[in-house]
């Protein structure tokens, strides 16, 4: 699924999808991606950010307002979203970028850029998560002992 990024980082106008945009925007929880104006708040706010810097979703909207379709929809990074919604709660522009996630998936399956298999395995991945913590965290009160409520 992953494309490797050009040498010199300038982008091939030629290569560029002037609807892009409108599709995402076509599309439940894709229409409000016009009202980027680029702050950065998501990704500062993002926790995958903070781990994968290559993961940005202020440039993930920007590629999508450029028309960079084959890059974005066949990118390994769409995939890393948690869905954990603190960039959409950070928006100022109400851009929504947590359903613009579920859209570029959804869209990458339906297009041929990722295989079908994809989007139940991600949600095995999410649900294993939540397990796992939830297994973590049984484990930390049986050591430390019940939490005692705050007054
Ligand atoms: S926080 Fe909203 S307006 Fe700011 S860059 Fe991200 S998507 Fe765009
Ligand atoms: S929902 Fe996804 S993109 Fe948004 S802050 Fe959480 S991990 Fe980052």
């Known amino acids: 699924m992953t494309k490797a990024p ?3 980082g300038v982008v091939d106008a030629s ?3 002037p609807n892009f945009k409108y599709e995402v925007a076509g599309r439940p929880g894709g229409e409000h991606i ?3 104006f680029a702050c950065a708040s998501c990704t500062l706010s993002c926790p995958v ?4 810097p290559a ?3 202020r440039k993930f909207v920007h590629m999508i307002l450029l028309g960079m379709k084959e890059e974005v929809l066949s990118s390994d990074l769409i995939l890393h979203c948690l869905n954990c919604y603190r960039c959409q709660v950070h928006c100022p522009q109400d851009v929504q970028f947590t359903r613009v996630m579920e859209v570029l998936r959804d869209m990458a399956v339906e297009q041929g ?3 079908p298999e ?3 395995a991600l949600e095995k991945i999410d649900a294993d998560m939540i397990d796992e913590r939830r297994k973590k965290i049984e484990a930390l009160v049986s050591k430390l002992g019940k939490p005692v409520p705050h007054k």
């Open 34 to 36: 016009a009202r980027c």
């Open 118 to 120: 994809l989007l139940p």
């Open 49 to 52: 950010s903070e781990k994968t």
């Open 6 to 8: 050009s040498k010199t």
């Open 55 to 57: 993961y940005s979703p």
């Open 15 to 17: 290569t560029l999808d």
């Open 113 to 115: 850029y990722a295989p």
